[in-house]
């Protein structure tokens, strides 16, 4: 594999509309088209809804993630290199210009293939597959889950990211015991992943029911507090009493490695239900229902994670999703971190938090770098539960 391999990656998994152009693992160009004031009222992403605004959106965010990118192409030798190449190959001697022959700076496409909405991932997967056929690019197709598990690997276009090294153990090029543990938290996942080398995963846990992310989105939903619910709960905390209720920690001391936040989320209602009948549902009693679900969810979050470091012993610990978006979470998880002297790696970015495309670029550069390429563009398909362990190929 050259080095400064360009890709153009989309994602459409859910209510993000999103383009990136990477250069191997530097995040040139992302772009976010954000659907949530169209679901606010629903409570919840609509699918149809969804579909139809990522049909309206997707070539505009391509063309600002590639129109981003050429502005970066005067700065940064990695896309000169790539410029003048086109030049010499096409017999152009003028700079580029127009929007189409920017396709021809990329090497690659990548498109999320799942997990996901299915009519969301659609589209995405559409635009990916009839840019790789116009234009004659090889087509990667990528786990969203390993996009999250790998946004701690990426670099902005200077460079610089998290501290963490790729070396050629955790490539998979040598035969050392290495290994990360990666956690992902979202709205729709709860995982424990144990990574022996990129693109060699294990699965070790998962939600058995809601995913943390979706159990705060629930409890703001209990709470009058309308959606997403993530960011007002933690806002919310902040003033509240994380102690004034006593709710249960889900799954508190089990010796396997699952999750489970339905029952948390249903002593909550109950809660709920029972201030409301003492007419003592106010604004304090808010916070302090938040604090104390914000702080029971998250313990539960450690109990786990501490077992999975007990067990595998790994070298450092990934996380990714738009849970640790949540400085609460975050820092409670370093906390708890710090008695194993265990590393903490998140990615450079908060706008890497959650969903994006730049980190489906990056995950799929190590893809291109083992071969992993479509062999048949036109039957791709999109994979709504696409397993983590799966090869989305």
Same mark, same amino acid.
């Given at each position: 594999?050259?080095?400064?391999?360009?890709?153009?990656?989309?994602?459409?998994?859910?209510?993000?509309?999103?383009?990136?152009? +990477?250069?191997?693992?530097?995040?040139?160009?992302?772009?976010?088209? $954000?659907?949530?004031?169209?679901?606010?009222?629903?409570?919840?992403?609509?699918?149809?809804?969804? *579909? @139809?605004?990522?049909?309206?959106?997707?070539? $505009?965010?391509?063309?600002?993630?590639?129109?981003?990118?050429?502005?970066?192409?005067?700065?940064?030798?990695?896309?000169?290199?790539?410029?003048?190449?086109?030049?010499?190959?096409?017999?152009?001697?003028?700079?580029?210009?127009?929007?189409?022959? =920017?396709?021809?700076?990329?090497?690659?496409?990548?498109?999320?293939?799942?997990?996901?909405?299915?009519?969301?991932?659609?589209?995405?997967?559409?635009?990916?597959?009839?840019?790789?056929? +116009?234009?004659?690019?090889?087509?990667?197709?990528?786990?969203?889950?390993?996009?999250?598990?790998?946004?701690?690997?990426?670099?902005?276009?200077?460079?610089?990211?998290?501290?963490?090294?790729?070396?050629?153990?955790?490539?998979?090029?040598?035969? *050392?015991?290495?290994?990360?543990?990666?956690?992902?938290?979202?709205?729709?996942?709860?995982?424990?992943?144990?990574?022996?080398?990129?693109?060699?995963?294990?699965?070790?846990?998962?939600?058995?029911?809601?995913?943390?992310?979706?159990?705060?989105?629930?409890?703001?939903?209990?709470?009058? =507090?309308?959606?997403?619910?993530? &960011?007002?709960?933690? @806002?919310?905390?902040?003033?509240?009493?994380?102690?004034?209720?006593?709710? &249960?920690? !889900?799954?508190?001391?089990?010796?396997?490695? +699952?999750?489970?936040?339905?029952?948390?989320?249903?002593?909550?209602?109950?809660?709920?239900?029972?201030?409301?009948?003492?007419? *003592?549902?106010?604004?304090?009693?808010?916070?302090?229902?938040?604090?104390?679900?914000?702080?029971?969810?998250?313990?539960?979050?450690?109990?786990? =994670?501490?077992?999975?470091?007990?067990?595998?012993?790994?070298?450092?610990?990934?996380?990714?999703?738009?849970?640790?978006?949540?400085?609460?979470? @975050?820092?409670?998880?370093?906390?708890?971190?710090? +008695?194993?002297?265990? !590393?903490?790696?998140? !990615?450079? $970015?908060?706008?890497?938090?959650?969903?994006?495309?730049?980190?489906?670029?990056?995950?799929?550069?190590?893809?291109?770098?083992?071969?992993?390429?479509?062999?048949?563009?036109?039957?791709?398909?999109?994979? !709504?539960? =696409?397993?983590?362990?799966?090869?989305?190929?």
């Amino acid at each position: 594999m050259k080095k400064n391999y360009v890709i153009l990656a989309i994602e459409t998994s859910l209510d993000e509309t999103c383009a990136a152009v +990477t250069i191997d693992e530097k995040i040139i160009s992302n772009v976010v088209s $954000s659907q949530i004031d169209l679901h606010k009222k629903w409570g919840g992403v609509v699918p149809v809804i969804a *579909k @139809r605004a990522h049909e309206e959106r997707i070539d $505009s965010v391509i063309k600002e993630a590639l129109k981003q990118a050429k502005i970066q192409l005067k700065r940064h030798a990695e896309f000169s290199s790539a410029s003048h190449r086109f030049r010499i190959k096409s017999g152009m001697t003028r700079k580029v210009q127009d929007d189409n022959e =920017l396709f021809y700076l990329i090497d690659a496409i990548a498109v999320t293939l799942g997990p996901g909405q299915a009519l969301a991932l659609e589209v995405g997967i559409k635009k990916a597959k009839e840019i790789a056929l +116009t234009f004659k690019k090889p087509l990667l197709t990528v786990s969203h889950m390993e996009g999250h598990l790998l946004s701690s690997f990426a670099k902005n276009s200077k460079a610089k990211g998290s501290k963490i090294d790729i070396d050629s153990r955790l490539r998979g090029n040598d035969r *050392k015991p290495f290994s990360l543990l990666g956690l992902l938290i979202s709205g729709g996942h709860t995982q424990l992943v144990l990574v022996k080398a990129i693109g060699d995963y294990e699965l070790l846990g998962e939600t058995l029911d809601d995913a943390v992310g979706e159990a705060f989105d629930k409890v703001a939903k209990l709470l009058d =507090l309308g959606y997403p619910g993530g &960011p007002i709960i933690e @806002r919310l905390a902040k003033e509240g009493d994380e102690y004034a209720f006593n709710l &249960p920690i !889900p799954m508190k001391g089990r010796k396997d490695l +699952t999750f489970s936040y339905s029952g948390l989320k249903t002593a909550v209602r109950y809660l709920v239900d029972d201030v409301k009948k003492e007419h *003592k549902f106010n604004r304090q009693t808010i916070c302090d229902i938040a604090a104390s679900f914000q702080r029971v969810a998250t313990a539960s979050l450690i109990d786990r =994670l501490k077992r999975a470091v007990i067990i595998n012993k790994p070298k450092g610990l990934l996380l990714g999703g738009g849970v640790i978006s949540n400085v609460y979470v @975050r820092n409670k998880i370093r906390s708890s971190m710090k +008695t194993f002297n265990l !590393p903490v790696y998140i !990615p450079y $970015s908060k706008k890497l938090f959650t969903d994006n495309a730049g980190m489906i670029g990056v995950a799929a550069y190590f893809k291109a770098q083992r071969g992993e390429f479509v062999s048949d563009v036109s039957s791709v398909d999109r994979k !709504p539960n =696409l397993n983590f362990t799966d090869n989305p190929c």
